[in-house]
């Protein structure tokens, strides 16, 4: 009889003895994982078995197939791909196959009917190591991309100095010896005593961060960093407020419009600011003062009365 072995080495030896001659089974192996089907709304998904089986059965229930619901009719479970395109071309909807770190998206062209960012958010699959596949069915084209490419904004230059701005604004119920240098990057319409061109001193960006609205961040849900504000012009005859903001730790950013800040649109933006902070001249069809009787608004009229 063979003694039992006392040591560890010798116990994995005679484990492994027993194995090649049958004795012990070999431990079975993790079955491969199998993918995930969704079709993807805007704001809701449903998981499906079949794609076609699923469309058929529920074309008279979902109102999200109410537009290629006429066109189902007339298909059978036969018809499987046919009623797949039925579905991406008519219908509010991408297909999304999920299988581990490869994700397969299915749209009728390169604009797809629903928009899969918050599927990717809250499935974890908008991260940089996730490849996908765009598949575009109207003519069978693929196209690579990464799971970070389905990020809410745009992603930030390298070379822009977020970090810095994220430290300004820790300290920004401070005073630091540079704060009336002006701020790298910004570009806001108006002009402030002693900075150069259209740039933002860092006072006047602690001074809209400590009152201006909070904006958090789509993919972190976490606050947002204001990066530019201003009035700036974007035709011959136009100008828009802008409020531009970005994400220190997934580092997207936003350029949005200040008219969805109520209190901060327009001209009343730079009115919230502290006397001392505010801007002393406004860009548009050169340097004009900017007076109490004279905003830019009015200047915008006269130039395009005159």
Known sequence: MTPFPTSRRGFLQAAATLVATGALPMPARPAAEASRIHFVGDSESWRVEDPCAWALANRESLPVLQRARQRLDTLTPDDAERALKVVLRRCPVVLVEVMGDAVTVHQWTSTANADPRWFFKANRLARPEVAVTLRHRKKEQSVPRRGSDFLYWDAVDDDFPLDRFAAKRANRFNRDADDNEPAPGTRSGYGWEGVP??????????????????????NCDT????????????????????????????????????????????????????????????????????????????????????
């Open 197 to 218: 061109g259209e740039r933002i001193p860092w006072r006047a960006l602690k001074d809209a961060w400590i009152k201006g609205p909070e904006v958090i961040c789509p």
């Open 223 to 306: 606050p947002a960093i204001m990066t530019n504000f201003g009035y700036r012009q974007i035709s011959f005859f136009n100008c828009a407020g802008t409020l531009a903001h970005a994400c220190p730790r997934c580092r997207r950013q936003d350029t949005g419009t200040a008219v969805h800040h109520s209190s901060w649109s327009s001209r009343a933006f730079i009115e919230n600011l502290e006397p001392a902070n505010r801007p002393v001249r406004f860009h548009f069809h050169g340097v004009r003062p900017i007076t109490p009787g004279h905003g830019h608004v009015a200047m915008g009229t006269d130039r395009l009365n005159s």
